[in-house]
């Protein structure tokens, strides 16, 4: 009988615990108001952070990267129909043909070094924090990836 009340007193205890350590643990979000705020500590100015929102940053984004990508196909495909029907135009038409498809050229070559870079998680950015009494004022923080220090 002790050691069946010593065990729920435990497990009770254990569940107190893990309650208690899941509340005070901070997301990410937190950390970073709270540098904010201690950022603005000695400032008269009063945050809101009601419609702050955090997010990642990327040295280019990934839906950036995604577009050159699908892009960079499209191009192909359009150089390789102007190369196959060039042969059959006339030199002038030939020669506006040409033309345009060297600027696509150059620009699949501009997609293409866009694509050797690939998306790289450099820290985030909290924006949306407002001043209080200022409704137009709408500020930005960059933090490093861990979101320890505000980056400019």
């Known amino acids: 009988m002790k050691i069946l009340?010593?065990?729920?007193?435990?497990?009770?205890?254990?569940?107190?615990?893990?309650?208690?350590?899941?509340?005070?643990?901070?997301?990410?979000?937190?950390?970073?108001?709270?540098?904010?705020?201690?950022?603005y500590e000695s400032s008269d100015q009063k945050l809101d952070f009601e419609n702050s929102k955090l997010d990642s940053l990327y040295n280019i984004s990934p839906k950036a990267y995604a577009n050159s990508l699908k892009r960079g196909h499209d191009l192909d495909s359009v150089l390789s129909v102007l190369e196959?029907?060039?042969?059959?135009?006339?030199?002038?038409?030939?020669d506006s043909v040409g033309l345009i498809s060297t600027a696509l050229t150059k620009e699949r070559y501009s997609l293409l070094d866009l694509a050797k870079k690939k998306p790289t998680f450099i820290g985030w950015k909290m924006s949306g924090?407002?001043?209080?009494?200022?409704?137009?004022?709408?500020l930005s923080f960059n933090f490093d990836k861990a979101i320890t220090r505000i980056i400019p």
Not at 10 to 38: F, Y
Not at 129 to 138: A, C, M
Request: charged fraction near 35%.
């Open 5 to 39: 009340i010593k065990k729920e007193n435990l497990l009770i205890l254990l569940l107190i615990s893990v309650i208690a350590i899941s509340c005070t643990k901070k997301t990410d979000k937190d950390r970073a108001e709270d540098l904010v705020k201690l950022k």
């Open 84 to 94: 196959s029907e060039i042969e059959h135009l006339s030199q002038k038409e030939s």
């Open 129 to 138: 924090v407002k001043i209080k009494g200022e409704s137009s004022v709408s």
